[in-house]
DNA sequence: GTGGTCTAGACCACC
DNA sequence: GTGGTCTAGACCACG
């Protein structure tokens, strides 16, 4: 499958594997109906815990974004594209808005900020790394 | 005095501190000499443990920011401000790489970043917000 | 045939089989003598696993409202009518009982949960529905 | 404190334990601000693990419900009366629903349902019991 | 095989 | 002391 983890980073293990669903479903690599890997088998790949892989399933459930289909596993609902598209925006402006705002009441200028992203964007070792 | 602090912000009590107090110093508001308020009026004006502002003042002592002047308290370094512009501008620089590292591994393009960044810097809440 | 099931609802699939079959007997369109459609059968137009209409069938046998005829398969017992109309009681009375214990019990008085009922059966959608 | 957990009615005891402080706070006997016992004290008057106790907590606080304070413990929210007022009679409406659904379906009439009621109200039982 | 729940016990950061 | 996370392993109902 396509998950990968890194369990030194920060984030919790399984809010990377929820986010990491979230984003499949966003990009359209996961489609409505498509099951997701079961939790054994995720547990298993990614040398972690059931419970953590369960965990980061239960919260993508009362997020809307899965459903469990009694004794056959977890799949993707209709209404997960939006959501996860929707969710993305959200993660993402809600960051870039706290890092800005750090920056400017730390005394930086618009100027420099965006100098600041520029260098990022710049970065090459971005476009390789797939989730 | 100048600090506010949030206690159910998610980010650590010492920590909003500190960078409060590296702000200042960056901003110049602080000067090398100058006096930090003792462990028990800063707990008390903030209405913190102690244990919470002893933790802050002894990072940043152990960064180099502060000094303890024997029997006075502690003061502002006169190396200070320097190391102060530095760890800002890393503190900023390492969050907008994780911002833009997510942003693309999610799978949105240099475009919409920048947009992104472009509404929030025509913000005009920012320069009021208090930290 | 004239069930419908749905594998997302929280009800056991095999639960929901045997209710309907119990409810059909229990209205009188099942008669003492009727024979149920076969497990192949049932389970390909349910799309629903064998094992599954299986229980269901072995359930209703165990309390009595379905036997096997040597060969022909399982028909409905000459004793089904009765206790279908029995059990359906003793289900929805626990049901309700259990209901309105919860009401009580968050804190609701008699009147409100009166309302309550009202309010539901005064509801137009109801004998519409097919289970 | 006032918790009791029922470890075979077939409710999960991380959701029994959810209800009751929303209840709680529904009825007004836990207000904003308050703070609920710590997971460990929980655990122990209950004789629960922990995990457990944690869970319910969690799924709180992603309902609106609790909200964390940093290393002292979990208080109500100001918006979780009302939350929770809501989520009580919602949560009893579809109970309701749902048993008059099926026993009309079962071919009960609104007389007989309602008599159904009238019997589970005279129940003496009932004002004992509390939560 | 599937997910759901629970227990037991550990480690962490924070106050 | 507090909550948060993770591991390990068990049992259950369901298909």
Redesign the interface.
């Known amino acids: 499958m396509f998950f990968y983890i890194d369990p030194r980073n920060g984030i919790a293990i399984y809010d990377q594997i929820a ?1 990491q669903v979230m ?1 499949a479903v ?2 359209g690599s996961l489609q409505p109906g498509d099951r997701v890997p079961s939790v054994r088998e995720l547990s298993r790949s990614l040398a972690v815990n059931p419970n953590t892989v369960s965990r980061a399933y239960r ?1 993508l459930q ?1 997020g809307g974004i899965l ?4 004794g056959t596993g977890l799949e993707i609902t209709a209404t997960a594209p939006d959501a996860c598209r929707k969710e ?1 925006w959200k ?3 809600e ?14 200028g ?1 100027k420099e ?2 100098s ?2 520029r ?3 710049a ?1 090459p070792a ?2 390789k ?3």
Chains 1, 2, 3, 4 share one sequence.
Do not use: D, K, Q
Request: proline residues 2%.
């Open positions: 986010r984003f966003a990009g919260e009362s459903e469990t289909v009694r993305r993660m993402i402006r960051r870039m808005h706290s890092v800005v705002e750090e920056a400017v009441r730390s005394g930086l618009a900020i965006r600041l992203l260098t990022e964007l970065n971005l476009r790394t797939t989730p």
